[in-house]
Antibody, heavy 125, light 107 residues
Framework: QVQLVESGGGLVKPGGSLRLSCAAS????????MGWVRQAPGKGLEWISH???????YYADSVKGRFTISRENAKNSLYLQMNSLRAEDTAIYYC???????????????????WGQGTMLTVSS | DIQMTQSPSSVSASVGDRVTITCRAS??????LAWYQQKPGKAPKLLIY???SLQSGVPSRFSGSGSGTDFTLTITGLQPEDFASYYC?????????FGQGTKVEIK
């Protein structure tokens, strides 16, 4: 079945680095845009990054310059390299698949149709 | 950035009730809006895309409407499994942004 499984979370000191991974299965990974959404403890959802299947990347201002999204289609994997980590980066990080739906207006509209179970990152000294 | 504002922040309702959640965008986003449901300890689940299209497998008691800046999610005939948090999200512009969430609680 279609599945996303994140890994790589953990406890990191402020200023440290970590790389999250997301293993995809059950669909043709290379056909899809992919992204990351996070949720701080007890808080709402925050989109942080998005990557096309042709290497176009988008970032939230809160992580721009510190986080890098990448993918390895041959391994059906998405990554998030996180540097210069701060306490406010503490959150559950979800990997998401971006599906595009045809709208009657003639445009395509996207939504996050598949979510992983999430991996927890704690940034603390 | 486009700000998404949901109301109410929480609502108490009973099984069988009709519940309406509102989402307002700070600028025009056409129909580029999605709704998600999140249960405690679980990942969010896509309910509605393009403001009013039901995601495959989602019960028909969920419906979405609106365009431009004002949108609603309606649950008609609330079921026990519907007690959860709900989020809207605009897909018009980067950065993608979510509403702050609405918690549907048992009365």
């Amino acid at each position: 079945q279609v599945q996303l499984v994140e890994s790589g979370g953990g406890l990191v000191k402020p200023g440290g680095s970590l790389r999250l991974s997301c293993a995809a299965s059950g669909f043709t990974f290379s056909d899809y845009y992919m992204g990351w959404v996070r949720q701080a403890p007890g808080k709402g959802l925050e989109w942080i990054s998005h990557m096309s299947n042709t290497d176009t990347k988008y970032y939230a201002d809160s992580v721009k310059g510190r986080f890098t999204i990448s993918r390895e289609n041959a391994k059906n994997s998405l990554y998030l390299q996180m540097n210069s980590l701060r306490a406010e980066d503490t959150a559950i990080y979800y990997c998401v698949r971006v599906e595009y739906y045809y709208h009657r207006s003639g445009y395509y509209v996207d939504a996050f149709d598949i979510w992983g179970q999430g991996t927890m990152l704690t940034v603390s000294s | 950035d486009i700000q998404m504002t949901q109301s109410p922040s929480s609502v108490s309702a009973s099984v069988g009730d009709r519940v309406t959640i509102t989402c307002r965008a700070s600028q025009h986003i056409s129909s580029w809006l999605a709704w998600y449901q999140q249960k405690p300890g679980k990942a969010p689940k896509l309910l509605i895309y393009a403001a009013s299209s039901l995601q495959s497998g989602v019960p028909s008691r969920f419906s979405g409407s609106g365009s431009g800046t004002d949108f609603t999610l309606t649950i008609t005939g609330l079921q026990p499994e519907d007690f959860a948090s709900y989020y809207c999200q605009q897909a018009h512009t980067f950065p993608r942004t979510f509403g702050q969430g609405t918690k549907v609680e048992i009365k």
